[in-house]
């Protein structure tokens, strides 16, 4: 039990094949309780109950500061405290360069990257207060190699966008005991895709991973249970990939 007694807030978590819910359950496994947030407040709150008792589902749209600061205090009144967020929430489109409008650009830089400022803008104080937290955001290999697997360049924009505000973040928080690192899948299999992946791209994209297989919402929780725990108490301000190998840093 890695998360004994510690609290987790997970955004982004209500998706069944999702790596937020995946998370939550492993986090549940090791004895967290967790509260997921997602969009919709209903479908947030079954998800809770699915993980079993004592955890709780919360309406929030990471785009939204007021929203963020409502689930963070609803979130601390229910638990009294919160060990780790997990800033996950995402969402993906596959537009090239010059199909990229302003309203494309807005609608992914807002949920990919200002929903990791105002989410942790919304757990910092009370994190600094304890001069205890972990902070782990988000990102994809798709901002290490400038995308190409199936996030347009707005994508690999915001997710690169989250590697620079996490490895700040974790430069100003460590004073005050508050780890922010960072994890970058490469292909995962979730509904994120809106089923527009094809056979075909996925057996392109399977040549370029030494694993052989596209990775599993569990294979990223996995990196977030690490990054959660005290296993990585040394560690801050990392990026940790989680990609079979389909890239690897000289
Ligand atoms: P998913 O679509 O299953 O999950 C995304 C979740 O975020 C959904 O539950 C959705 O309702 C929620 N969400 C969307 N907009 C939101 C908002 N404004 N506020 C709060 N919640 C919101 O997809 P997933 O693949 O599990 O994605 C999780 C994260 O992983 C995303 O940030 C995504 O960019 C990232 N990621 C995914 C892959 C992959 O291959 N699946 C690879 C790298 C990174």
């Known amino acids: 039990m890695l998360l004994d007694s510690k609290t987790a807030v997970i955004s982004g978590a209500a998706s069944a094949r999702g790596i937020g819910l995946a998370t939550a359950r492993l986090f549940a496994e090791h004895g967290a309780r967790v509260a997921i947030l997602d969009l919709d407040q209903a479908a947030a709150r079954a998800t809770a109950e699915s993980l079993g008792r004592g955890h709780i589902g919360l309406a929030c749209n990471v785009a939204d500061r007021d929203a963020c600061q409502r689930a963070a205090e609803a979130a601390i009144a229910a638990f009294g405290q919160i060990d780790i967020l997990i800033n996950n929430a995402g969402i993906s489109q596959p537009l090239k360069l010059m199909e ?3 309203a494309q650009w807005d609608a992914v830089l807002d949920v990919n990257l200002r929903g990791v400022l105002y ?3 919304a757990f910092v104080p009370h994190m600094r207060t304890r001069r205890r937290g972990s902070i782990a955001c988000m990102s994809s290999v798709s901002a290490q ?9 707005h994508y690999s924009a915001a997710k690169a966008g989250v590697l620079g505000l996490a490895k700040a973040m974790a430069r100003e928080l460590g004073p005050d005991g508050v780890r922010v690192n960072c994890v970058t899948p490469g292909l995962i299999q979730t509904d994120i895709t809106g089923g527009k ?3 075909e791209m996925r057996s392109e994209i399977l040549k370029g991973i030494p694993l052989n297989r596209l990775g ?3 294979d990223v929780a996995g990196a977030y249970l690490f990054l959660a725990s005290d296993l990585s108490a040394y560690i801050t301000g990392a990026v940790i990939d989680v990609n079979g190998g389909m890239l690897i840093h000289g």
């Open 100 to 102: 990229i409008g302003s």
């Open 119 to 121: 989410l942790s803008q």
């Open 145 to 153: 190699r400038g995308g190409g697997i199936f996030g347009g360049p």
């Open 197 to 199: 992946l094809t056979d």
């Open 216 to 218: 599993d919402a569990r």
